[in-house]
């Protein structure tokens, strides 16, 4: 990988979504218990096998991605169970720690989904999930929904006798601003607009002149005004801890002593 690439994919400015992802999931993994059960759900290329080093980890995916849909374009990492992310063929409460990430917008029945995280973890078992508010088409054709929201994620996995539910907001709107402007300028690049040659030299030195506050200034600028969002609400997605309930459940299906939390720039908000 070239050096400029590299840098662009691990910049949390430039790149964002995917580093505070990682780098959600890697403290996540810190706090699992050495010699834990871990079961990463959707695990495609398997990026967050090395931050279970000290854990039993193993992995669920329906493998019918092409290598180039995945995401380091090499293709699936090793699978341990091929199948359906809502029949996995394990026994109740088998695993400690389940992980799910942007695997929710890629299943017919993302609900059915949950219900069954939440039927392979133990009682007291953590769930790490994520997926988009907003996003374009991408793996097509297994690419079903979006706009999972705060409120979904509570009453979604409150049904599926999860409580202690933490939701943080993957940056606000200036850092989603920053990023649509790189792909502004991706979008908008002369050799790739669908337009007649003379409209594309023509429009080249207005594109060359504009690709600095696209790819450069704009994404900075916008990094640093985003702790000025402190609702957050145009975000890229939402990252979600829910512990498996332990206690006795109630008539739809949450928890007796549950808390739900969004937290937002720093503030911790309670939803009840």
């Known amino acids: 990988m070239k050096p400029l690439k590299r840098w662009f994919l691990n910049s949390p400015i430039y790149?964002?979504?995917?580093?505070?992802?990682?780098?959600?999931?890697?403290?996540?993994?810190?706090g699992v218990p050495s010699g834990s059960r871990v079961l990463d759900v959707g695990a495609g290329s398997c990026p967050y096998r090395r931050h279970f080093a000290?854990?039993?980890?193993?992995?669920?995916?329906?493998?019918?991605?092409?290598p180039d849909q995945l995401r380091d374009k090499h293709g699936y990492g090793q699978i341990d169970y091929v199948c359906d992310a809502t029949e996995i063929p394990v026994e109740d409460g088998t695993f400690d720690v389940v992980l799910c990430t942007e695997v929710l917008e890629h299943v017919p029945d993302p609900v059915r989904v949950v219900r069954e995280l939440g039927r392979v973890l133990r009682p007291g078992g953590i769930l790490l999930l994520t997926a988009p508010l907003g996003s374009g088409l991408h793996?097509?054709?297994?690419?079903?929904?979006?706009?999972?929201?705060?409120?979904?994620?509570i009453k979604t996995l409150q049904e599926a006798g999860f409580d202690e539910i933490r939701i943080e907001a993957n940056g606000g709107?200036?850092?989603?601003?920053?990023?649509?402007?790189?792909?502004?300028?991706?979008?908008?690049?002369?050799?790739?607009?669908?337009?007649?040659?003379?409209?594309?030299?023509?429009?080249?030195?207005?594109?060359?002149?504009?690709?600095?506050?696209?790819?450069?200034?704009?994404?900075?600028?916008?990094?640093y005004f985003d702790r000025l969002d402190d609702r957050q609400e145009f975000t890229v997605g939402y990252h979600v801890a829910a512990t498996r309930s332990t206690g006795a459940a109630r008539a739809d299906g949450?928890?007796?002593?549950?808390?739900?939390?969004?937290?937002?720039?720093?503030?911790?908000?309670y939803i009840r």
């Not at 000290?54 to 092409?66: I, M, N, P, S």
């Not at 793996?139 to 994620?153: E, K």
């Not at 850092?175 to 040659?197: C, D, N």
Request: with cysteine; net charge positive; charged share 15%.
């Open 15 to 30: 790149n964002f979504n995917v580093v505070e992802r990682d780098r959600w999931v890697s403290r996540q993994a810190a």
């Open 54 to 66: 000290g854990c039993k980890y193993e992995t669920q995916d329906f493998v019918a991605l092409r």
């Open 139 to 153: 793996q097509l054709p297994f690419h079903f929904y979006g706009g999972y929201t705060p409120h979904w994620y």
């Open 173 to 223: 709107f200036f850092k989603h601003y920053g990023q649509e402007t790189i792909r502004l300028a991706k979008l908008t690049a002369p050799m790739r607009i669908p337009a007649p040659l003379l409209f594309k030299i023509l429009w080249t030195p207005f594109w060359l002149a504009a690709l600095p506050w696209m790819i450069a200034v704009c994404p900075l600028v916008a990094h």
């Open 254 to 269: 949450s928890a007796e002593a549950g808390f739900a939390v969004l937290a937002t720039s720093g503030k911790v908000h």
